[in-house]
């Protein structure tokens, strides 16, 4: 968790967005980012030179190629790495600060979207996560089930003993689930909610993954 951010009024209401279809951020994972058109590189360009605070959305049906219209709920994240390549692109990892509702899109001019951010909703995302008592048992099942017939593997003694949080929250952000799949399990309230979401969806794609294994045998 990035440290420094306790309540709301410790986070800008105005921020610039990322809309990244299939890759969203939760409170405290680090989503790695290869930045590299002029609109984005001037908006870590202007984040760097403030408070470093970029919310990544996903968009939705709706608006057009170059504006499509934005998903309601992203996450905020502060960038805690940086560096420049030779070629002129930057190499940045955001660590996930907040989920947010968005308010209204601004029509500031700035090449990049900017947005008035809502953090009540999810204010609990500023504090230390409980302990859930949730197990990993189910979930270790069902994801052993959906990489097995992708051919895929995962460190197996690392999982078993991550804590169910983080576990869930670094398979909802690693694995590749379809935009609105993401989207469920960034805008699930609890711990608890997302793994049964999680845990659901890799059953599922263990079926769609032993139909594709038929298939082409």
């Not at 895929?152 to 379809?178: C, N, R, T, Y």
């Amino acid at each position: 968790m990035v440290t420094g951010y306790r309540k709301i009024e410790d986070l800008p209401q105005a921020i610039p967005v990322f809309p990244l279809d299939g890759a969203v951020m939760l409170p405290g994972g680090q989503l790695p980012l290869n930045i590299f058109e002029p609109r984005y590189l001037n908006m870590f360009d202007d984040a760097m030179g403030g408070d470093r605070i970029i919310g990544m959305v996903q968009t939705r049906a709706g608006g057009d190629r170059e504006r499509p219209a934005l998903s309601p709920v992203g996450c905020a994240g502060r960038v805690t790495a940086f560096a420049e390549t030779g070629d002129g692109r930057y190499l940045v990892t955001l660590t996930g600060v907040c989920r947010f509702r968005i308010k209204e899109e601004l029509g500031l001019m700035a090449p990049y979207r900017q947005v008035r951010a809502d953090y009540a909703p999810f204010i609990d995302d500023l504090q230390p996560p409980p302990a859930s008592g949730l197990g990993n048992a189910d979930l270790l099942e069902a994801l052993k089930g959906y990489l097995e017939p992708r051919g895929l593997a995962v460190d197996w003694e690392a999982a078993q003993g991550a804590p169910a949080e983080s576990l869930i929250d670094s398979l909802s952000m690693g694995l590749p689930f379809e935009p609105a799949e993401k989207q469920a399990l960034l805008e699930a309230v609890t711990h608890g909610e997302r793994g049964e979401i999680l845990t659901a969806l890799l059953r599922i794609g263990s079926v769609i993954g032993d139909d594709e294994g038929s298939s082409m045998q």
